[in-house]
């Protein structure tokens, strides 16, 4: 595996969970620079918050809401029953995200394998776009105004057939009036 990384007195065992402490270590430095975590008000908003949207799952993270669990209970602001349990992401819901390595796979292989998923699903995707293109498509060969004429001068087209239909009913209209005077 290699030389463990440390961060705050944390030694990590992968280079992945160590990236993602030091992902959360810098959110919580920007946190601390714009709202008072001493602030009981804010910190029970920037808690509850933090657990409705899950955003902490390394210990670092999960340190920081304990803070503020402290900050909020010693305030008497909240009790223990109203502030919301920290949520503790187990190792193998942050692992479900990797595909389950099979016996004797290589990296390589897993990526392949990832990859074909990948490419199974972009299939189906551009069927459904083709059939929904076809569909517009025909859409359009069915009637003489659909929306691939909306950018086109389909409105003067529409008004000239009104004016010769108009025209039309004006000239049989008269031929039956002269009709009628005979």
């Known amino acids: 595996m290699?030389?463990?990384?440390?961060?705050?007195?944390?030694?990590?065992?992968?280079?992945?969970?160590y990236d993602r402490a030091a992902k959360?270590?810098?959110m919580i430095r920007q946190i601390k620079s714009?709202?008072?975590?001493?602030?009981?008000?804010?910190?029970?908003?920037?808690?509850n918050r933090a657990v409705a949207d899950k955003i902490f799952d390394t210990v670092i993270g999960y340190e920081f809401?304990?803070?503020?669990?402290?900050?909020?209970?010693?305030?008497g602001i909240a009790t223990e029953r109203s502030l919301a349990d920290i949520p503790i992401k187990q190792v193998q819901e942050v692992q479900d995200t990797i595909p389950e390595p099979k016996p004797g796979m290589s990296k390589y292989q897993r990526l392949y394998e990832g990859q074909r998923l990948l490419n199974k699903k972009l299939k189906v995707i551009i069927a459904a776009l083709v059939i929904l293109l076809i569909g517009f498509i025909a859409i359009?060969?069915?009637?003489?105004?659909?929306?691939f004429t909306y950018f086109t001068?389909?409105?003067?087209?529409?008004?000239?057939?009104?004016?010769?239909?108009y025209e039309?009913?004006?000239?049989?209209?008269?031929?039956?009036?002269k009709k009628l005077k005979k």
């Open 140 to 147: 359009n060969f069915r009637f003489e105004y659909s929306i």
């Open 24 to 26: 959360e270590t810098e």
């Open 168 to 177: 039309k009913w004006e000239k049989e209209l008269e031929e039956r009036e």
């Open 65 to 75: 809401l304990g803070e503020l669990r402290k900050t909020i209970l010693d305030s």
């Open 34 to 47: 714009k709202v008072n975590v001493s602030d009981a008000k804010a910190a029970l908003k920037l808690y």
């Open 2 to 17: 290699g030389a463990k990384e440390t961060l705050e007195g944390l030694s990590f065992e992968s280079r992945e969970a």
């Open 153 to 165: 001068n389909y409105k003067a087209n529409m008004e000239e057939e009104l004016i010769d239909k």
